[in-house]
T-cell receptor, first 115, second 110 residues
Framework: EADIYQTPRYLVIGTGKKITLECSQTMGHDKMYWYQQDPGMELHLIHYSYGVNSTEKGDLSSESTVSRIRTEHFPLTLESARPSHTSQYLC??????????????FGPGTRLTVL | EDQVTQSPEALRLQEGESSSLNCSYTVSGLRGLFWYRQDPGKGPEFLFTLYSAGEEKEKERLKATLTKKESFLHITAPKPEDSATYLCAVSGAGSYQLTFGKGTKLSVIP
């Protein structure tokens, strides 16, 4: 079944730790995105990729980094986590089909808490 | 800069009481307006895409409409399971990126 996966779903870590949030999709999509969402607030784009070896920063400044070595995989890394990084992180993808090339489909999210 | 404003922020309805949610937008060359449903602690679930003024789409108790400045999500005879936050987003010319509103939190009381 075509889907988009995120792991872990929940993560509680201490300040200074390095973490990687995983995102994989089996939708056959070429475009992938990372959003950050705080409670009651809108989604903010922090990274996006339109294909392998192509990544860009989004509108919201973030200390995280991303990579896109395989089409289906788009991990996000924080080298040194801080309490200000506590948030919900959502991964999304969109595809090539003419009728749906702009529609983004989301994973379940990772709730990150940095103590 | 693309902007999306949703109103009201929160809406409480009795089961069966129909109402509408509003999404006002400014965008340079609308490529698409999108409605999503988001349940607590989950990722947004895609509902509709509207591409041009006058377009309408329906799914069960939901109907989305679009004008040149705003979109409405009409909910007919809602049920408690329709309770969620409804998000509106737009995509402008030359971009695959979406700009989201803050959402409307809908509560349907039995």
């Amino acid at each position: 079944e075509a889907d988009i996966y995120q792991t872990p779903r929940y993560l509680v870590i201490g300040t200074g730790k390095k973490i990687t949030l995983e995102c994989s999709q089996t939708m056959g999509h070429d475009k992938m995105y990372w959003y950050q969402q705080d409670p009651g607030m809108e989604l903010h784009l922090i990274h996006y990729s339109y294909g392998v070896n192509s990544t860009e920063k989004g509108d919201l400044s973030s200390e995280s980094t991303v990579s896109r070595i395989r089409t289906e995989h788009f991990p996000l890394t924080l080298e040194s986590a801080r309490p200000s990084h506590t948030s919900q992180y959502l991964c999304a993808s969109s595809g090539l089909a003419p009728s749906s090339y702009n529609e983004q489909f989301f994973g379940p999210g990772t709730r990150l808490t940095v103590l | 800069e693309d902007q999306v404003t949703q109103s009201p922020e929160a809406l409480r309805l009795q089961e069966g009481e129909s109402s509408s949610l509003n999404c006002s937008y400014t965008v340079s060359g609308l490529r698409g307006l999108f409605w999503y449903r988001q349940d607590p602690g989950k990722g947004p679930e895609f509902l509709f895409t509207l591409y041009s003024a006058g377009e309408e789409k329906e799914k069960e108790r939901l109907k989305a409409t679009l004008t040149k400045k705003e979109s409405f999500l009409h909910i007919t005879a809602p049920k408690p399971e329709d309770s969620a936050t409804y998000l509106c987003a737009v995509s402008g010319a030359g971009s695959y990126q979406l700009t989201f509103g803050k959402g409307t939190k809908l509560s349907v009381i039995p």
